[in-house]
């Protein structure tokens, strides 16, 4: 499945179905994926993990092997669309999106967003800091 857009939920709108993909604040599927010894989260893929410098660089980790190719069609297309917003353009610009959109930690540097597509639930992790790891997106099986 090709993510056409990702959009922003919020209050005025409603999280909706077709080729597109919501980031919202709360979270409902991560409790429910902490292994035996409570830690997270048991069934992970894949992740991405990036950073600013003067363009978004990225590096990938499997987790599991993939069942089917079209799965990693549709983590890429995930995260071909995250990166293509504008909130995301840089580091300044991911830095006033956190602060206006993405759930807080108990970090003022950190903060959270979740989503989901046709088979994964995804953690995303923000990070603000520079010179530092600023975006690891977590797909996990649904």
């Not at 597109?20 to 894949?46: H, M, N, Q």
């Not at 092997?65 to 991911?94: H, P, Q």
Request: aromatic letters at 16%; one cysteine or more.
């Amino acid at each position: 499945m090709k993510i056409e857009k990702i959009h922003i939920y919020n209050e005025e709108n409603s999280k909706s179905g077709g080729p597109e993909a919501t980031l919202i604040r709360v979270c409902e599927f991560l409790d429910d994926l902490k292994d035996k010894d409570g830690r997270y989260p048991k069934k992970e893929i894949s992740y991405c993990r990036a950073y600013y410098k003067g363009q978004w660089w990225r590096t990938w980790f499997s987790v599991q092997e993939l069942s089917d190719r079209s799965l990693g069609e549709e983590i890429d297309s995930f995260v071909d669309a995250f990166f293509e917003r504008r909130e995301f353009y840089d580091l300044d610009s991911l830095s006033e999106f956190c602060r206006n959109y993405a759930a807080a930690t108990t970090d003022p540097t950190e903060y959270n967003l979740f989503s989901d597509t046709e088979h994964f639930n995804i953690w995303i992790r923000l990070i603000t800091r520079s010179n530092d790891y600023n975006v690891y997106l977590t797909f996990l099986e649904k």
